[in-house]
């Protein structure tokens, strides 16, 4: 049996949900409230004024990012060299020729526009339709959007919160070359490696989701599931960032540190960096070689609906008004309070090595309390589809009332996630934000399972060596 074969059934279908938490924003404004950007100002510029500006140094920098992810992401699928940015495109062409050179969904408008915290005032300022900035028509708590005119000034920090939700908007949709899309041909990224090629939301998943610290036997079964492209958008806008602080566009800087700060933070959520936080290595390979279609199935949706109850439960309590007590214990363990977890500074391949790592590591005991706190039909039930349309639920709301000791059990570990949440945001931004801030080299963390496998497979041959000279002595 091939090793693409022996996993791809049941893997290469995994991570059908893909939001990790349904609205950054909120998330955003509370981790960096009280931090140096809060106070900051800013002038709104235009996607089309930034690259105008900076057509001439932009194709070094990104040269430098092409550099850097050849030689250091694993995996990673070089830009195809047509689609280099070079700057020499007429103005009106210049944001074409950058989207294709980042590669994201060219149909993306990028207004320059603003997602205020849940219940602030709009200021007389003038709504912008959702379907404006988003194109995946998500849920906002507080629509609509406020448009921005350039040169508009508006606090740094409402740049990067309202950034850090914007690649779930469809930047990155239909990428992939059998996603049926018209840029799935170029951009070099190839075949989607695991999720639902076909579902149009779920073609981002492979972008939005890193599984570094798998089983090295599942990585070894199957290396398809190593083939994430989120550590290639961290280096490209934490890049962009620095480019843009470092030749005077503030607001640039902020807004592509934003859509880092995006994955960044996905990647905290235990579900983003987890494929199936519910099995152990071998029930997994176990399910892969014995089980039957409807098993695998069964497994998947299982994981599939905890994953979005708890994406629907922290969405709902985020957007809940001040005063509530489970969104401000949420705030509150977000924020840079005393008790927030310190952390150490930002350094290359952090989002893998430290913060999918700890997600990664948290992921059964997370998946365990979701399965006993949540009514057994949403999280238990291999035959119910939560997420299926037409459905409403507010688990949020029905848990408090239902079952107010287990709601408190769960705010108390989701406070934790959130306040770990917390302090990578801030670590990152005071990275991306500052051109001056020292690159450090990476720091891999030390995983014991290879060499124990490696050990276990040495003791075996011990034995059968031990075993077959008994054998030829008593011949
Ligand atoms: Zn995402």
Redesign the pocket.
């Known amino acids: 049996m091939g090793t693409r074969t022996l996993l791809v059934s049941l893997l290469a279908c995994a991570a059908v949900s ?4 349904e609205d ?1 924003a909120p998330i955003t404004y509370a981790a960096l409230a009280g931090q140096p950007c809060a106070a900051r100002m800013v002038r709104a510029e235009t996607l089309d004024a930034f690259l105008a500006a900076e057509r001439s140094a932009l194709p070094a920098a990104l040269a430098g990012i092409e550099a850097k992810a050849k030689k250091e992401l694993d995996y990673y699928p070089p830009l195809p060299p047509a689609l280099a940015f070079t700057g020499e495109a007429p103005e009106i062409a210049l944001r074409a020729a950058f989207l294709a050179a980042i590669r994201v969904n060219p149909s993306m408008p990028f207004p320059l526009f603003v997602q205020l915290p849940p219940g602030a005032p709009r200021a007389g300022r003038p709504p912008l339709a959702i379907d404006q900035a988003d194109l995946m028509g998500f849920r906002i708590p507080d629509p609509p959007f406020v448009a921005l005119s350039p040169g508009e000034k508006l606090s740094a920090l409402g740049v990067v919160a309202t950034a850090s939700d914007e ?2 908007y469809g930047m990155d949709v239909g990428l992939y070359a059998d996603n049926g899309g018209a840029v799935g041909a170029l951009y070099g990224f190839g075949k989607q490696p695991f999720g639902n090629p076909s579902l149009s939301y779920g073609s ?1 998943a492979p972008i ?1 989701m890193a599984f570094p610290h798998e089983d090295p036997l599942i990585k070894l079964a199957a290396p398809f599931t190593q083939r994430s492209l989120s550590a290639y958008r961290i280096l490209q806008y934490s890049t962009l960032a620095r480019f843009a602080f470092a030749s005077g566009h503030p607001y640039w800087g902020w807004r592509f540190a934003g859509w880092a700060l ?2 960044v933070q ?1 990647l905290a959520q235990p579900y983003h960096a987890s494929m199936l936080p519910g099995l152990s290595t071998f029930q997994i390979i176990w399910l892969n070689l014995t089980g039957g279609a409807a098993a695998k199935s069964a497994a998947l949706v299982l994981v599939s609906n905890r994953h979005t109850v708890i994406e629907d439960y922290l969405y709902r309590a985020m957007a809940a008004p001040p005063g509530d007590p489970g969104r401000d214990r949420l705030v509150a363990a977000l924020g840079m309070g005393p008790r927030a977890p310190r952390v150490e500074p930002w350094r290359d391949d952090y989002a893998y090595d430290i913060i999918a790592w700890k997600s990664y590591r948290r992921a059964p005991a997370f998946d365990r309390l979701v399965a006993a706190t949540f009514p057994a039909a949403y999280v238990s039930d291999p035959s119910y589809d939560y997420a299926a349309a037409g459905e409403v639920h507010d688990p949020y709301d029905e848990l408090q009332a239902r079952a107010p000791v287990k709601a408190a059990v769960f705010d108390e570990e989701c406070a934790s996630i959130f306040a770990d949440l917390g302090s990578w945001t801030r670590c990152f931004v005071a990275f991306a934000s500052d051109p001056k801030a020292a690159e450090l080299p990476r720091r891999e963390p030390f995983d014991p399972r290879a060499l124990g496998y490696l050990a276990a497979v040495a003791a075996l041959a011990v034995v059968i060596v031990a075993l077959a000279r008994k054998k030829g002595l008593r011949r």
């Open positions: 893909v939001s990790a938490w950054h690649p779930d981002q939005h995006h994955y996905d």
